[in-house]
Each structure stands twice: as structure tokens, then as C-alpha cells.
């Protein structure tokens, strides 16, 4: 066993999968040393990356189901290092050859030579926490589709009730009284039983949020920024979680996929549109919140775009100003209180 001195120090890469994987062991020049392929049980895992040496470092894909894997590697004193799957795909790509093997030795090579694309390890904690979030999400996003799916089941009958909310007291009224023939009216009525239930679910899951998060002093500042309410400050809590692993609101933005590619060569530079590349809830939650009455800086920051763009410009406008918001949201999680733009930039 490695007695933890830079020559002889090991490394692993561990290609997880859903019922096995492969783990394999490299010195520190890069020579493979064993590659063994596993079922999938944490006492197997830990055993067979300790013949790596104590506390030696291990990396990781964020693939489906990692959780427990890093649990059980963490708990053992294991260095763990979580390698992103975007970055991982990315270098792939230029493989002719890709087997469980060769993927556990380039996860181990990379650690070696400090290029490994890392992820964020989220503690336990938040790690529930997002999964509540993503969870409501979930539901909200199926709830949303039971919903159009009884819009058009009455569209094709040229019914169209004028209420937003269908779950509300008129819009069960409204939908009472509908009368179809046999198997439309079995269909809306599977559907209706179905947004009940997902609004049940919904309601609990936010009930639950709010339980684990109302004493949160991040939570509670959050809310306290014009255009966000308990959801979003869930959403931007649970996703960004420890805000100084930032180095600025550039750098959260970055995280975010809110902003634009960038392509330089000799004299030639471009930049596109943004990169949607990070939390898409986050992005979600800073968008959703500038269309709401939000704060002054962000909303005066967007009307100046449109007043300049014209209306072709809304989505830019949109897009700036919910970077401006997540400007705000930085501050406030790492200040406790909200900082007030008054620059003229626009970004845009």
C-alpha cells in the first residue's frame, strides 16, 4: 500500500454506471496499474479503491445515480474529485476508441495531470434541498402539460373558457358544465383527477420547502429583492448554495449559462448568443423574476434596451436584465443585503 509520497502516490478513475463499474488505477507517471470492473455496492467500492493508498484521489463522472458513490468514497477519507460530464463529453468527442476502461483511465490521467473539468460536490443538505426544487419543477412542468392537454381536448370542440386558472373556483365551474361526448368526456375528466393531484403534490413539496427553509438567513434576504418570491428564493438557494465558491457575479453568471459565447482568432472576434450552459433553474428563476415588478435598476435597465432596440429587442433586454438581477442575488447572498445598481451599463 502507497505510503502517500508524491512517486509513488496513485490515482483512480472510477466509470460508474448504473449496475457495475469499472475502476482503474494509475501511478504517478501515468502507468496503469490495475483496472478492474465492479457490481455496484459501496463496501466493493471503497475496498477496491483503497488498494490505491489512504486518502488517495479519485475522480469521479457526475453521472446518473453518483451520490452514494462519493458518499461512501468521502466517508472512507478518500480525496474526491467529480469530474463534469459537459467537459468530459466535449473531450470524447475526439475519441476513436471509447470503452468503460479507456474512460477510468482518462478520469484517473486527467486528476494526474490537474486538467480534470471539476463539478461543484454539494454537500448532503443541499443536496436534499435541490431535490425538493427540482422536484416541484417536475411536477409544475407536468401539471402544466395536463393543463394544455384539457385546453385542447375542449379546442377541438370549440369551447374556450375564459379563466387562466383552471383549478381555481370558476374554472371548476366553468369545466362542471362542459358536456362532451363519452370518450372525450373520460379523457377530461382523467385529466382534471390529474391536475388535482399534481396541485396536491405541488402544495406539499412547497409546504416542505418552506419548512426547511423559512429560518434560512439566505432565504429570507432573497425575498427581500423586488421580483422574488419564496419559489424563486428556493430555487436560487438550493442551486447556487455556497455563493463564495464565485469569485464574482461574472463568474455566477458564467455558472448560470447567462453569458454569450465567445470566439477570438488573430483579429477576429465574435461573441453569440448566450451559452445556456449551467443551472437551468437558475437561469429559469432570474428570468421568470425580471417579468415580474422587479427592482428599479432592472426593470429601468430593460426599458432602456427596448426604448433603444425597439421591439425586436425584448428578449436581449430580457436576457440583460435578468443578468443584472443575478448581479443583485450575488451581493445579497454573500452581503446579506441587496446591492443598488446606478451605472448606466446595459450589456446589451
Known amino acids: 500500500m502507497s505510503d502517500g509520497t508524491a512517486v509513488d502516490r496513485q490515482f483512480v478513475g472510477v466509470d460508474l454506471h448504473s449496475r457495475r463499474?469499472?475502476?482503474?488505477?494509475?501511478?504517478?507517471?501515468?502507468?496503469?496499474?490495475?483496472?478492474?470492473?465492479?457490481?455496484?455496492?459501496?463496501?466493493?467500492?471503497?475496498?477496491?479503491?483503497?488498494?490505491?493508498?489512504?486518502?488517495?484521489?479519485?475522480?469521479?463522472?457526475?453521472?446518473?445515480?453518483?451520490?452514494?458513490?462519493?458518499?461512501?468514497?468521502?466517508?472512507?477519507?478518500?480525496?474526491?474529485?467529480?469530474?463534469h460530464p459537459y467537459g468530459m463529453t466535449a473531450m470524447r468527442k475526439r475519441k476513436r476508441v471509447k470503452t468503460d476502461a479507456k474512460d477510468a483511465y482518462e478520469l484517473a490521467n486527467l486528476l494526474r495531470l490537474g486538467s480534470l473539468p471539476e463539478a461543484y460536490i454539494a454537500p448532503g443538505g443541499l443536496r436534499e434541498l435541490r431535490e425538493l426544487v427540482r422536484h416541484r419543477q417536475r411536477l409544475t412542468q407536468a401539471n402544466t402539460a395536463v393543463k394544455a392537454g384539457i385546453r385542447a381536448v375542449l379546442a377541438k370542440h370549440n369551447i374556450h373558457l375564459?379563466?387562466?386558472?383552471?383549478?381555481?373556483?370558476?374554472?371548476?365551474?366553468?369545466?362542471?358544465?362542459v358536456t362532451l361526448m363519452p370518450a372525450y368526456l373520460h379523457r377530461?375528466?382523467?385529466?382534471?383527477?390529474?391536475?388535482?393531484?399534481?396541485?396536491?403534490?405541488?402544495?406539499?413539496?412547497?409546504?416542505?420547502?418552506?419548512?426547511?427553509?423559512?429560518?434560512?438567513?439566505?432565504?429570507?434576504?432573497?425575498?427581500?429583492?423586488?421580483?422574488?418570491?419564496?419559489?424563486?428564493?428556493?430555487?436560487?438557494?438550493?442551486?447556487?448554495?455556497?455563493?463564495?465558491?464565485?469569485?464574482?457575479?461574472?463568474?455566477?453568471?458564467?455558472?448560470a449559462g447567462l453569458t454569450p459565447r465567445h470566439y477570438a482568432s488573430d483579429r477576429t472576434t465574435r461573441r453569440g448568443h448566450i451559452s445556456k450552459e449551467g443551472s437551468v433553474l437558475v437561469r429559469w428563476a432570474v428570468v421568470e423574476a425580471v417579468q415580474r415588478q422587479c427592482e428599479p435598476s432592472v426593470r429601468e435597465l430593460r426599458e432602456r434596451i427596448i426604448a433603444r432596440r425597439g421591439p425586436g429587442g425584448r428578449n436581449i433586454a430580457k436576457i440583460a436584465a435578468a443578468h443584472r438581477m443575478l448581479d443583485i442575488v450575488y451581493y445579497t447572498l454573500r452581503d446579506g443585503t441587496s446591492r443598488v445598481f446606478t451605472d448606466t451599463r446595459d450589456a446589451a
Open 21 to 83: 463499474s469499472v475502476i482503474c488505477r494509475i501511478d504517478a507517471g501515468g502507468v496503469e496499474l490495475a483496472c478492474r470492473q465492479i457490481d455496484n455496492d459501496a463496501k466493493t467500492l471503497v475496498r477496491e479503491v483503497r488498494r490505491a493508498g489512504r486518502g488517495a484521489p479519485v475522480a469521479i463522472e457526475a453521472t446518473w445515480g453518483w451520490y452514494w458513490a462519493v458518499d461512501a468514497l468521502q466517508g472512507a477519507g478518500f480525496e474526491v474529485h467529480l469530474a
Open 162 to 177: 375564459p379563466v387562466s386558472d383552471l383549478e381555481s373556483g370558476l374554472g371548476t365551474a366553468l369545466l362542471d358544465q
Open 188 to 255: 377530461l375528466d382523467s385529466q382534471r383527477r390529474q391536475m388535482l393531484l399534481l396541485e396536491a403534490e405541488i402544495g406539499a413539496t412547497e409546504v416542505e420547502l418552506d419548512r426547511r427553509l423559512k429560518h434560512h438567513p439566505d432565504f429570507r434576504n432573497l425575498q427581500k429583492i423586488k421580483g422574488i418570491g419564496p419559489v424563486l428564493s428556493a430555487v436560487l438557494v438550493a442551486e447556487i448554495g455556497d455563493v463564495h465558491r464565485f469569485a464574482g457575479p461574472d463568474q455566477l453568471a458564467c455558472w
